[in-house]
């Protein structure tokens, strides 16, 4: 059986642990914003990313699934050497 007191009890730890909990809140709120910032890492979105105009520039295929975009006045040849040599770079890794 329980005893006749055990509810109240109950109630009143209950009451001391809420208490805590509001504590422990307004101790974290009256932290300045500055160390919050630090103290939680979060990281930033990106803003929009804007794609580059493709009829201001120049495709360079590269194979059948592989195509590179260079300026109009760059050497298409010296793309395609730079990009090969860039694959077979990382290849060798």
Do not use: W
């Amino acid at each position: 059986m329980f005893h006749p007191f055990s509810k109240s009890i109950y109630l009143f730890f209950k009451i001391i642990i809420n208490l805590l909990k509001i504590n422990a809140i307004l101790q974290y709120l009256s932290v300045p914003c500055s160390k919050l910032e630090k103290s939680i890492m979060f990281e930033k979105k990106p803003g929009t990313f804007k794609s580059p105009d493709l009829s201001k520039l120049k495709e360079v295929i590269i194979d059948h699934r592989t195509k590179i975009y260079i300026a109009l006045e760059a050497d298409s040849e010296e793309a395609r050497n730079r990009y090969l040599s860039r694959i077979t770079a990382t290849k060798l890794k």
